[in-house]
């Protein structure tokens, strides 16, 4: 079983950055595919970004493409969501998500979530 931590969200305005972090802990973190979400309020859960155990592959939606990056950080059981340019839209509460093998964006493939952090930016 597979515990993920989340931290790193806050209040930002418009045109800042932040970086978020996932931490696991309970599993062999490097054999696990990771991932990054976010729902905002009234809204359906949205894929960001994912990357594979090694971090040699990496995806990410169009809607952040250029202004967030993943990475991660075996030896520390993190992966770091880097953002960059924040919009008002991007106010949302953030999550990690653990899977095996898969580093798409279905979000109901994944078998580990974190319980999320909140991102709020203002205008």
């Known amino acids: 079983q597979v515990q993920l931590v989340e931290s790193g969200g806050g209040l930002v305005q418009a045109g800042g950055s932040l970086r978020l972090s996932c931490t696991a802990s309970g599993g062999t973190f490097s054999m696990y595919a990771m991932g990054w979400f976010r729902r905002a309020p009234g809204k359906e859960r949205e894929f960001l970004a994912a990357i594979s155990w090694n971090g040699a592959r990496t995806s990410d939606t169009d809607s952040v493409k250029g202004r967030f990056t993943i990475s991660r950080d075996n030896a520390k059981n993190t992966v770091h969501l880097q953002m960059n340019s924040l919009k008002p839209e991007d106010t949302a509460v953030y999550y990690c998500?653990?899977?095996?093998?898969?580093?798409?964006?279905?979000?109901?493939?994944?078998?580990?979530w974190g319980q999320g952090t909140q991102v709020t930016v203002s205008s």
């Open positions: 998500a653990a899977d095996p093998t898969y580093i798409g964006s279905n979000w109901d493939v994944y078998d580990y």
